[in-house]
């Protein structure tokens, strides 16, 4: 646990959400009102769709854009599949690898985690590794789970100067959409291991650096008890984002709590 406040970071992840139709109004929105927030870093996450579109619109802005997906290799015989290199030559900052969707639904291991989080490092973007937490009740964080092997496995090979772009979003994997959001005190915990872990694979000052971020149906609700533990240092939105009011509201509980 520390006192340090990191700089809280808040992602949308539209998932294969909002019609094209949609895209700019919810930006014309919001990005007034970031514009004028400077105490968290907002970013959106969409389909890849729409991502050239939304990088355009939030040019010179504090707005964000993330990928939500990105392959191992810059080219190649990958049909379907979307290069690192090319998101970032469009101007994505961000992409989440390894979101618990992609785990369970594409057959996502540890190992392609891995290799994409290496790849995207590579192309410059900056990376949300998302660890699901399987845990079968509210308040229990088993120390063992398989959130720790998950930590290693995606970050192994990746050097202390590399890990300056990542942050670590933790998720339940019953609490990601189904309206049931864990304690925050439970997700504290999971945190403070989540920071234990990195300290022991690279150092204090490395782990005190990085931002853990909770996932997991977090609302304009009960956003503020999970973004005031202390190692807690962002929010990953799913359903509560797509609506961009209250996408809004969290942006401000992240500055409020920090
Ligand atoms: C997510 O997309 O990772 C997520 C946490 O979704 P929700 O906020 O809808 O639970």
């Given at each position: 646990?520390?006192d ?5 970071l ?12 949609q895209?700019?109004?919810?930006l014309?929105?919001?990005?007034p ?116 092997a998950?930590?290693?496995a ?71 008890a999970?973004?005031?533990?202390n ?28």
């Amino acid at each position: 646990m520390t006192d340090m406040k990191r700089r809280p970071l808040v992602l949308a992840n539209w998932k294969m959400n909002m019609t094209p139709s949609q895209v700019l109004p919810y930006l014309d929105q919001v990005i007034p009102e970031v514009e004028k927030d400077t105490g968290a870093d907002v970013a959106i996450a969409a389909q890849d769709l729409y991502l050239a579109q939304m990088v355009k619109a939030t040019t010179n802005t504090r707005l964000a854009i993330a990928a939500e997906n990105a392959h191992w290799t810059d080219e190649g015989a990958y049909t379907g599949e979307t290069s690192p290199k090319a998101l970032a030559e469009i101007g994505v900052s961000y992409v989440l690898i390894g979101h618990f969707e992609r785990r369970k639904l594409f057959n996502e291991t540890d190992g392609r985690v891995n290799l994409k989080t290496k790849a995207a490092l590579k192309n410059g973007l900056k990376v949300i590794v998302d660890l699901d937490e399987d845990m079968s009740t509210y308040d229990t964080v088993n120390p063992n789970t398989v959130v720790l092997a998950q930590l290693r496995a995606a970050l192994a090979g990746i050097s202390a100067e590399e890990l300056d772009q990542v942050a670590i979003a933790y998720e339940p994997t019953w609490a990601i959409g189904s309206g049931e959001a864990a304690s925050a005190t439970a997700a504290q915990k999971a945190a403070v291991l989540i920071r234990q872990s990195l300290k022991n694979l690279y150092s204090s000052g490395v782990a005190e650096k990085i931002r853990i971020l909770y996932g997991g149906s977090v609302t304009t609700k009960n956003a503020a008890a999970f973004l005031s533990q202390n190692d807690i240092d962002g929010v990953l939105v799913g359903k509560a984002a797509l609506d961009p009011k209250q996408f809004l509201e969290l942006i401000d509980i992240a500055q409020a709590t920090h």
